[in-house]
């Protein structure tokens, strides 16, 4: 194996690069960036910080010529050629290669309207995004979000600071359906009304006119200066689709993230696979952690390696001076059990039926539940069956049930 | 100038645990480790990030936001996303409290 390419270069392309390089591999790697700056990180886009946005860097992105990492920035792949194994890039040039990483991500789901687009609707997926959207988002500008998920949650924090009056509409009951538990919605949802966020549950949209202006059923019309569509993410699976590889929410990988094609792997956000924890149960994470880890596993899976990619799921939002984390998947969960951490702080760990953790939510101020998630987090690694009177006694060290 | 600092007593930190000590505008995290102490800068250098709330495991201080590792002895970071090394601070004991140096 002589030449790699990787498409794609956020977290998890740029960590497969320089795996290969970690490991020794000494042949070629071209690295396809499809976005004109230099690779980035996304968290910080939506993410409050106090000295507004910028561009930061991945880690790594500026050490890739001295990995003699060719990156093609700007430029798209467009197919994938599995007979001649060879990527068709945008300039019309074309890469050949051993071993294929396609780690390409997600996009944001759009919001259609009658099945159309709808005029001047910003999604928040980009830097290019981004730039956009805080242009717009200032003092007494009107904005409105439809997606009660963390993407729209993040920013009505930002939009907050600045003193934009900010409109979230969520058609599902609650906030954070879908990841998280409704105690914690709950907690969540309140900090943002007392910063004066208003909240719509349960909204159902009945019209949404050229300029943006949204109806609601209750007769309720909601002008704004911009509205942000934040409702989840869809994996990039167009090439892979035409390259004919197996699609199943995202390409489908084996557990060493090889595709139904064995010289083709993909990792990240952009890929399905069987998680061992959980079953074999084939999963999609979109998280910042587990693109860096699939890619550095994909990266040595293709060196060889033959170890399943088994790492807990887990992520992590902020919310004005409150820290939510979560580790494991919480959906087979019979039983929850809460620790109290004082402050308003507290975790819930999630058991199967049979006392396996399975998953442990946390909020808490700052990253005041962070040390007791960690430690859930290799509890549910260790598939442990931990007592449920000691996870809710506050007053035993957690990290105690790890030699348990 | 360097100066000894009194941040805690030695019973304020329990084994294999950190705390946080703040001094004159500057964060520190302190451990212990079966009866040795450690000092460090408090702030993770990925992103500046408290590192007292993050969980130690032997002689590994782990970022509670990112996962970036640093060996506390040494300060040496362990891998992505942390490249940069914590800076340490040497440590003393004088009857049961912890000082450490800094300046």
Redesign the interface.
Same mark, same amino acid.
């Given at each position: 194996m002589d030449r790699v390419v990787i498409i794609g270069a956020g977290e998890c392309g740029i960590r497969a690069a320089l795996t290969f390089r970690e490991e020794g591999f000494t042949g070629t790697i071209d690295l396809i960036h499809g976005e004109p700056h230099t690779p980035y990180e996304r968290p910080p886009l939506s993410k409050p910080c106090a000295d507004g946005l910028s561009l930061k860097p991945i880690m790594g992105a500026l050490d890739l010529g001295p990995n003699k990492i060719t990156l093609h920035q700007d430029l798209a792949a467009t197919a994938i050629d599995r007979t001649a194994q060879q990527v068709l890039i945008s300039n019309s040039e074309s890469l050949a290669y051993d071993r294929l990483l396609i780690a390409i991500g997600a996009k944001s789901r759009p919001f259609l309207w009658n099945d159309r687009h709808v005029p001047n609707l910003a999604y928040l997926r980009t830097y290019d995004d981004a730039v956009r959207i805080f242009e717009r988002v200032t003092k007494g500008s009107r904005l409105t979000i439809i997606g009660g998920g963390f993407i729209g949650l993040e920013l009505a924090v930002q939009a907050r600071s600045k003193e934009t009056h900010v409109t979230l509409i969520e058609a599902a009951p609650r906030l954070l359906g879908r990841a998280v538990p409704a105690e914690i919605a709950t907690v969540i949802e309140a900090r943002h009304r007392a910063e004066g966020v208003e909240v719509i549950c349960g909204a159902n949209i009945v019209d949404v006119d050229s300029k943006g202006s949204i109806t609601l059923q209750d007769g309720r019309t909601i002008a704004s200066d911009l509205v942000v569509a934040g409702i989840g993410s869809v994996p990039v699976t167009d090439i892979a689709a035409a390259a004919d590889l197996v699609i199943d929410n995202g390409i489908a990988v084996d557990g060493q993230l090889r595709t139904s094609d064995p010289l083709i792997f993909a990792a990240g956000d952009c890929c399905s696979f069987p998680h061992p924890l959980y079953d074999g149960k084939r999963i999609r994470i979109e998280s910042w952690r587990a693109a860096q880890e699939q890619g550095a596993h994909a990266a040595r899976a293709m060196l060889g390696a033959t170890d399943d990619y088994q790492s807990v799921p887990w992520f992590w939002s902020d919310q004005y001076e409150l820290g939510l984390q979560i580790a494991g998947l919480s959906g087979e969960a019979s039983q929850t059990v809460r620790r109290d951490l004082g402050d308003g702080c507290f975790i819930l760990f999630h058991l199967s039926d049979n006392g396996r953790l399975l998953a442990a939510s946390g909020i808490g101020l700052g990253n005041s539940v962070a040390r007791d998630i960690r430690v859930a987090e290799m509890l549910i690694a260790k598939r442990s069956l931990p007592d449920p009177a000691a996870l809710g006694d506050p007053a035993l060290k957690l990290k105690s049930l790890l030699t348990a | 100038m360097a100066e000894w600092i009194r941040a805690c007593a030695t019973d304020d930190i329990e084994d #294999?645990d950190v705390i946080r000590f703040d001094h004159a505008g500057q964060t520190f995290a302190l451990y212990r480790k079966d009866d040795q102490f450690y000092a460090t800068a408090g702030l993770c250098t *990925?992103e500046k !990030? *408290?590192l007292a709330?993050?969980?130690v495991m032997d002689y590994v201080i #782990?970022c @509670?936001? *990112?996962?970036g590792r640093f060996d506390y002895r040494t300060g040496a970071a362990k891998g992505? @996303? !942390?490249?940069i090394n914590l800076k340490t601070y040497p440590v003393k004991i004088d009857g049961g409290d912890l000082y450490i140096e800094i300046g």
């Open positions: - | #294999e *990925h !990030v *408290h709330d993050g969980l #782990e @509670p936001k *990112h996962n992505a @996303p !942390v490249c």
